[in-house]
């Protein structure tokens, strides 16, 4: 094996490590240098890596003496604020530009696996006021929201409503005699329930809320909203927040509620990049209904990063576990096995190593076709932006589900030990299986993925299709017939192929199937009784992405 042991990591092997362990390693057929190389994108992202980690591990502030998992919910808080604070204080350490690699490795370093009471103020807040704000909001917000003089989170989910935004409740209704809005919770089902850092933290929100101008209701839009004194952090009169208590997981993070009682902000505290609300109540629309969907496909590239890293670590755990735990014999009298050489445990592990692998190359990828579609937005065109939002959203789906069923496969391949707080999976397993609700409900998605799938399709069928590469097969006019006869003699082309043709096959049984029923009931109807068979189509639709 061609190592060069000054490469960072080029052998993990210890003196004292576990015999089995070496010995696996020993074994292995690859060059390690390499396959980081490869897998990181780079050698120089392999070094930057290791030195993060030397940084992280040498600072005294990142190291805890007490296990989280042995700490009162509001410890945790506490602990991943003040780490959160230190660790912003010290961004010198990271490229901060580049969230994406260096800030989300340096950060799942420092906190864990879990959020923090500025999670939402760097993921979801300051994306907002970067995307959303006009050029005057952007020069008075944007510098104190990267001081942090404001801790922002991002209020959209209600007790009431989350996935179905349009009946959002909370109000926004325009005065125009004192050029203000009037935010206004009118129903228990209109508290705000769920954001990040809201519960203690955070003194400003993004809050989306129906805007009301001229007696006629525009939808929902986002507003800037001050919640608590900044000099006392005391709630603002007619604002009511608190934390919603403890959770499933990522208990690091304080989400909160949130309650207006007819509280009143300037007018130019509604984001007016796209649309505006003019001093005499006149609305003037977006340009184009899409534009905010870009920030939405970058937060779902970190998203599948997110949940590819989760699946890794947990496939590192159990393979590891696997290597050193002995039981039972293979051949009688010939001594107790490792029980990765059990062809039951191999199925059950190496299929979740695989799909961290596919998993994490689809977040590059998705991260370069956001780049690629953001710079031809700067040029006025939009064409593309549906089909990867699309794209996006589905990948996001079927990439968190499969995490939730890889970690728990880890987990049971563990036995016993995998139960215990020890082994690290229940701690991922509540932060990953989060990621199958927030940014969309996965069912939620998997059927906004069919609605545009069945839009292609009836262009197709039109002739006036215009699909990006990425969904260029559905139009295609092959006959679908596999070109692999054999496994051993198959090329990835073959694959591929065979997969775009399943795909194709099921996204026009699923058109026709739906147009057939659309004769007989309304067309929502129809959608609801085609709905199981419109998620499978746009999951496959999704794997063939993998
Ligand atoms: C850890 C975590 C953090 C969060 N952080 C934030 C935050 O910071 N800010 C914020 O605003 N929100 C946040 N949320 C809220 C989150 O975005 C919503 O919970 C999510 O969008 C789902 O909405 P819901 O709760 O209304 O689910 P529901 O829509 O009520 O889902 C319930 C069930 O109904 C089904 N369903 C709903 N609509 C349809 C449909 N049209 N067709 C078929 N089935 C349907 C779903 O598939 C699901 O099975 C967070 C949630 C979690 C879990």
Redesign the pocket.
Known sequence: MNINPTMPYANLIQPGDNPDLTKERKTASFNLWKMQCFVYEGEEVVKRRKEILEFVQSTPEFNDEIPAEFLSREEVVDRGARKAVVMTNKADAIDTSDFFGEGMYYQSLVIGRDLHSMS?HYI?FMPTIQGQSDDDQMDEWMGPTAARAFLG?????ELG????LTKLEATATYDPKTEEFVLHTPTLTATKW???GLGKSCNVAVVMAQLYTNGQCKGPHPFFVPLRDPETHMPMKGVTLGDIGP?FG?NGSD?GFLIFDHYRIPRRNMFMRFSKVLPDGTYVAPPHAKLGFGTMVFVRSIMIKDQATQLGAAAVIGIRYSAVRRQGEINEGAGEVQVIDYRTQQFRLLPQLARAFAFLFAAYEIKTLYLNVTEQIGTGNMDLLAELHAVSSGLKAVVSWETAQGVEQLRLACGGHGYSRASAFPDIYTYAV?GC?????N??ML?QVARFLMKCAKEVRIGNAKLADIGAYIAKTDSGKSHIRSWRQCSDEDIIHDFEAVARRMIFASYDRLKSFETTMTKKEAWNKC?IDLCKTARVRELCEL
């Open positions: 939402l979801m989170t991002f209020a959209q989910t409503h989350g996935s179905n769920w954001p990040g959770k990522i989400n989060g609700t927030y940014e969309g409900e069912i939620v059927l709905s």
